[in-house]
Nanobody
Framework: VQLVESGGGLVQAGGSLRLSCAASGSTFSFNTMGWYRQAPGKQRELVGVIISGGGSTNYADSVKGRFTISRDNAKNTMYLQMNSLKPEDTAVYYC?????????????WGQGTQVTVSS
């Protein structure tokens, strides 16, 4: 299974970006997909997750109301729409997929995409 993020870049504060996470090599729908981020000198933190099936989402307090996660199961792709970006959103953003398949747990990560928000 491979997860590939795209869509990162440099944006001014107040701007928007949409990240994509394309999955390949999987024959099943991931139970849970999520976005994480890691800023320089900081631990990786959860941005938000989306659950398969009902598509419910949960977000970190720091991004609630600004970021939206969605997924297109037909395209095996998850998105992160980021609006009203702040300099503190600057980080490498990682895509994650985890769950259980055929009674075995799985936990996959993408390689990350850089998001830089200038003030």
């Amino acid at each position: 299974v491979q997860l590939v993020e795209s869509g990162g870049g440099l944006v001014q504060a107040g701007g928007s970006l949409r990240l994509s996470c394309a999955a390949s090599g999987s024959t099943f729908s991931f139970n849970t997909m999520g976005w994480y981020r890691q800023a320089p000198g900081k631990q990786r933190e959860l941005v938000g997750v989306i659950i398969s099936g009902g598509g419910s989402t949960n977000y970190a307090d720091s991004v609630k109301g600004r970021f939206t996660i969605s997924r297109d199961n037909a395209k095996n792709t998850m998105y992160l729409q980021m609006n009203s970006l702040k300099p503190e959103d600057t980080a490498v953003y990682y895509c994650n997929a985890r769950g259980i398949a055929t009674l075995k747990p799985y936990n996959y990560w993408g390689q990350g995409t850089q998001v830089t928000v200038s003030s």
